[in-house]
């Protein structure tokens, strides 16, 4: 089964930028639409951004302006690149493959984000 695994999460000041990475194996990476997702302290996971195979992105809410999806289907990774980071960005970050509304593979353990002075 497809692993996804996510990576780049540290703790950064606000204002600052971080830059994650999602990952899978296997050769159909091109054909995914990935989503990503986080989950705040105490929250449940929510969806928050989608690079289609395509390459068209979506975002919503607070991210919108502030973060930036890109793929690079030779190395089968997708890209978060996040700025402007305010302590409301933290948590743990995860991403997924979709194949239509078919999940891809499995979560990843997720990359942790803090933002914080």
């Known amino acids: 089964q497809v692993q996804f695994v996510e990576s780049g999460g540290g703790l950064v000041q606000p204002g600052g930028s971080l830059r994650l990475s999602c990952a899978a194996s296997?050769?159909?990476?091109?054909?995914?639409?990935i989503n990503w997702y986080r989950q705040a302290p105490g929250k449940s996971r929510e969806w928050f951004a989608r690079?289609?195979?395509?390459?068209?992105?979506t975002s919503v809410g607070s991210v919108k302006g502030r973060f930036t999806i890109f793929r690079d289907n030779a190395r089968s990774t997708v890209f978060l690149q996040m700025s402007a980071l305010k302590p409301d960005d933290t948590g743990v970050y995860y991403c997924?493959?979709?194949?239509?509304?078919?999940?891809?593979?499995?979560w990843g353990q997720g990359t942790q984000v803090t933002v914080s002075s």
């Open positions: 690079i289609s195979a395509g390459g068209s992105t």
């Open positions: 296997g050769s159909r990476f091109s054909s995914y639409d």
């Open positions: 997924m493959g979709f194949e239509g509304s078919e999940k891809a593979g499995s």
